[in-house]
């Protein structure tokens, strides 16, 4: 089965530095993915991490640990255009599906 | 190269009616997956299809039906419609099944 947690909504300054947590409980797990999703548009691929560990793409990283079933996206230098949800959406080879968490609104002050 | 287009955009359809809905993937990928949005629900997998064939199904009632067709296209039909169908309609395509999917615009979906 899938059972996926994350915050429902966070709240964060302009130039500060936010992590989003996720933790998943997903049957023949194979990796995870995390999306962003501005009001009103579509989801928008961030990262995918198979592997444990930090991986990093400009302001934003994401972390993956298989054995506690954990996650995270870090995102630095947060800007105003990061104000959106963050789907946190784990995959399993045994079905081969993606499913997504319920994301966590994240909203930047100025 | 194109992204991934879906029409209509905007549907207004009465209690009972059905509708289809459709969803051209960006060119060479063969999977096609269907989702259904909701605020209080959020992203909802419905479908997956792949080179035509049905490869994974979501917990939605058989009301929701879908297809593909051998270009890659794919239409999603849902018969009966009750109020609660009222959501945005997402399909997202990927070159291959578990792969980075690009997502279309949606379809805002409206029973009255």
């Known amino acids: 089965g899938q059972n996926i947690d994350q915050p429902t909504e966070m709240t964060a300054t302009e130039g500060a530095i936010v992590q989003i947590n996720c933790t998943y409980q997903?049957?023949?797990?194979?990796?995870l993915f995390w999306y962003q999703q501005h009001a009103g548009e579509a989801p928008t691929f961030l990262s995918y991490?198979?592997?444990?560990g930090l991986e990093e793409k400009g302001r934003f990283s994401s972390f993956l640990s298989r054995s506690k079933g954990y996650s995270y996206l870090l995102l630095k230098e947060l800007q105003m255009k990061d104000s959106a949800s963050y789907l946190c959406a784990p995959s399993s080879n045994r079905d081969d599906k993606i499913i997504f968490g319920k994301g966590t609104r994240l909203h930047i002050l100025p | 190269k194109a992204g991934v287009t879906q029409t209509p955009r905007y549907l207004i359809k009465t209690r009972g009616q059905q509708v289809t809905l459709s969803c051209s993937p960006i060119s060479g990928h063969r999977s096609v997956s269907w989702y259904q949005q909701t605020p209080g629900q959020g992203l909802q997998f419905l479908f997956e299809y792949f080179s035509e064939t049905q490869r994974n199904k979501g917990n939605f009632p058989g009301r929701f039906s879908g297809r593909q067709f051998s270009n890659s296209r794919s239409e999603m039909n849902v018969s009966t419609l009750e109020l609660g169908d009222s959501a945005l309609y997402l399909c997202?395509?990927?070159?291959?099944?578990?792969?980075?999917?690009?997502f279309g615009p949606g379809t805002r979906l409206t029973v009255t």
């Open positions: 997202a395509s990927s070159a291959r099944q578990v792969d980075e999917q690009y």
């Open positions: 997903t049957s023949g797990f194979n990796g």
């Open positions: 991490n198979v592997l444990d």
